[in-house]
């Protein structure tokens, strides 16, 4: 007898040739958390443990046309986007996110990915006020970290009182819910991740801060394991607690590869 099909959690993202961050983290997240991984690129960056040299986005059509066939399929439980690099690919997932339901009948985790830890764009200059325009209102849950809460609502998040009205401004762009990921606030013993939804409730989640300088690919990690919670069927706080123990576990197995940042990690 065949196994029971599992959720089917969908990455909208970019890859990494070093298999640390984007779309290799999401599918690693997304098996740990108990869903099936299903991918669409859109775009393939050149990368390594040192950093990011280069990258090629996907045409808008053919990212588009990755998530209709998913959806037309198997089905989309739940979706979330990583690296998407230009407008014009912002506006195709826009597009393609209306027709399946994304953000509507599935929820739909928006991270917010705008550079690598190294600084190296990810995402055109242009790109960002689409993303806060049109992609972030569509979102169940957006989750950036404090460098990308400063780009997208100009707050520079040094406390947890930051961090809330970073997550209400957030949430007065239109998302259903916003995820403050405090991870890459130095100096702090406990990393604290604050999540606020649209309805005023407020989570935090914090746990004690391990020092690594192999973190690569963690953003994405907690965006995907939040995204794998919610295409098994939690409500929000109980998946981004998910995303919060993986996320945590991950960090602690964090391993060094090559010559720069090891990714955070599944094998345990
Ligand atoms: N590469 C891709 C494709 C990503 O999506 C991301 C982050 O979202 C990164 C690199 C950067 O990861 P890190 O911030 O860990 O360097």
Redesign the pocket.
Known sequence: MDAASPPVALAI????SGG???ITADVRAFTACGVHGAVAVAAV?V?NSVG?SGFHAIPPDVVADQIRTVAGDMGIDAAKT??LASTEIIRAVVAAADEVGLGTRVPFVV?P?AA???GHP?LADDALGTLRDELIPRATLVTPNLDEVRLLVGVDVTDTDGAREAARLLVGLGAGAALVKGGHLEGSPEVVDLLLTADGSEHVFSSPRRETKH??????SLASAVTAGLARGMALPDAVALGKAYITRAVDHAYPLGAGHGPVSALW
Request: hydrophobic share 30%; aromatic share 0%; net charge negative.
């Open positions: 993202a970019g890859t990494d640390g961050a984007g960056t990368q990011v990583g690296m991270d990915v690598s830890m190294h990810l973190s690569h690919g963690g953003g994405d």
